[in-house]
């Protein structure tokens, strides 16, 4: 098959078949090969010689999903990091050189897959989106594995990087919204991947095209709502380390009063502050979700409300305005008490203390608004007014 990889006869159903089996068999053998020393000696008789091999079945059969699924879980399962078995030695290039191949397959896969258009909603899934989940949770796995110095690839001009990213974004564009939650595994892998780069890649989510962060928001702000806690949690930690990066950011533009600040060629930055409703419409969310719904994840809505509110200070101030004076007469000075308690002690920062300190205080604060919700009817007290239709954000 290795000496066939170039000719015609690597076309044939025989060497498909084949390829098929010993992606499976490889998998098999790389899942239960859980330390170095086992992990090396497959990845020594699969590098360089067997990777093309694979490339070339993905570049030659990419619409056939009875061949790529094995092959791109192969791939996947080679980019974990489990049980530190990729931990290589300094002097040893190998963990680039397996990052090069993972990009080398994200591209030519994607790259082939997107052309696929119209296909029919029934083949949807099987025929592109499962791919695509599969390709999304390898780059997580490459990219949170901690074996590749990154830094170093792009200072190096190595575009393997680069490439990979530029591939999930087209990916990713290439879905619609509404399919992302309806299919449970490609949400899961979809909110881990972006979870991943919004804690250690956020000079790249910072500096998408606006059309994309935009997008991005929106599926975040979906995904608040999910059913499953996992995606939900995920979401929470997504957008608590967007805000967390952009409250940096802001905060420092103000001490150093620049005109241009650090600020200066961020697009996340610049389309935030001139677009200031979309952060409002994402603290209006997440308190909403606090104070009227079965809220399974209060912690985690906790870390980025905090940030919300500092940056949407007098929005907020509104906010809790129009909150209490919906409430009836009687019930007033209760639901004032409620907000002034979440805010109590709490300073104009980010620190762990000042976090802690405001998640004890929504602790307390759903607390009392739960007791108040249960000694009034259902039409004194309605959720929050919002400007969402369908699931996604009013952003443009």
Request: hydrophobic share 40%; with cysteine; charged share 20%.
């Given at each position: 098959m290795l000496n066939q990889a170039e000719t015609p006869m690597f076309r044939s159903e025989e060497c498909k078949r084949s390829l098929i089996g010993l992606a499976r068999d490889l998998r098999g053998v790389a899942h239960a090969f859980n330390n170095k020393t086992s992990y090396m000696m497959l990845y020594d008789w699969l590098y360089p010689n067997y990777f093309p091999v694979l490339l070339r079945g993905i570049e030659l059969w990419y619409?056939?999903?009875?061949?790529?699924?094995?092959?791109?879980?192969?791939?996947?399962?080679?980019?974990?990091?489990?049980?530190?078995?990729?931990?290589?030695?300094?002097?040893?290039?190998?963990?680039?050189?397996?990052?090069?191949?993972?990009?080398?397959?994200?591209?030519?896969?994607?790259?082939?897959?997107?052309?696929?258009?119209?296909?029919?909603?029934?083949?949807?899934?099987?025929?592109?989106?499962?791919?695509?989940?599969?390709?999304?949770?390898?780059?997580?796995?490459?990219?949170?594995?901690?074996?590749?110095?990154?830094?170093?690839?792009?200072?190096?001009?190595?575009?393997?990087?680069?490439?990979?990213?530029?591939?999930?974004?087209k990916m990713l564009v290439s879905i619609q919204q509404a399919e992302i939650l309806q299919y449970p595994k490609l949400s899961q892998s979809y909110y881990a991947l972006l979870e991943c780069l919004a804690s250690d890649h956020m000079s790249f989510v910072s500096n998408l095209e606006p059309d994309v962060f935009l997008y991005i928001l929106s599926t975040i702000s979906d995904g608040l709502s999910a059913f499953d806690t996992l995606v939900s949690t995920g979401c929470c930690s997504i957008l608590d380390n967007i805000v967390s990066f952009l409250f940096k950011r802001v905060t420092k533009k103000k001490s150093s009063q620049e005109v241009n600040g650090m600020?200066?060629?961020?697009?996340?930055?610049?389309?935030?502050?001139?677009?200031?409703?979309?952060?409002?419409?994402?603290?209006?969310?997440?308190?909403?979700?606090?104070?009227?719904?079965?809220?399974?994840?209060?912690?985690?809505?906790?870390?980025?409300?905090?940030?919300?509110?500092?940056?949407?200070?007098?929005?907020?101030?509104?906010?809790?305005?129009?909150?209490?004076?919906?409430?009836?007469?009687?019930?007033?000075?209760?639901?004032?008490?409620?907000?002034?308690?979440?805010?109590?002690?709490?300073?104009?920062?980010?620190?762990?203390?000042?976090?802690?300190?405001?998640?004890q205080n929504l602790s307390e604060f759903r607390r009392d608004i739960n007791d108040s919700l249960k000694t009034d009817s259902s039409k004194n007290c309605t959720a929050l007014p919002t400007t969402q239709t369908n699931g996604s954000i009013d952003m443009m």
């Open positions: 619409h056939e999903p009875s061949l790529t699924t094995p092959i791109l879980k192969l791939m996947c399962e080679l980019a974990q990091n489990r049980s530190q078995r990729l931990q290589f030695d300094v002097s040893s290039p190998n963990g680039v050189l397996l990052f090069r191949e993972i990009s080398k397959m994200l591209v030519a896969y994607g790259s082939r897959i997107l052309a696929l258009t119209h296909l029919p909603k029934e083949q949807l899934y099987a025929m592109k989106l499962k791919g695509l989940s599969i390709c999304f949770n390898m780059l997580k796995a490459a990219l949170c594995g901690n074996y590749v110095n990154f830094g170093v690839i792009r200072l190096y001009g190595d575009r393997a990087l680069d490439d990979s990213l530029e591939i999930f974004v600020a200066n060629g961020d697009s996340l930055v610049q389309i935030l502050e001139t677009r200031p409703q979309i952060l409002q419409q994402m603290l209006g969310t997440v308190l909403n979700i606090i104070m009227f719904e079965d809220c399974r994840n209060q912690w985690s809505m906790s870390r980025p409300l905090l940030g919300l509110i500092l940056l949407n200070d007098k929005y907020f101030g509104e906010l809790r305005t129009n909150i209490i004076t919906r409430q009836p007469l009687d019930k007033q000075a209760a639901m004032e008490r409620c907000f002034t308690t979440l805010m109590k002690g709490i300073e104009y920062s980010l620190l762990s203390k000042n976090r802690d300190k405001f998640t």
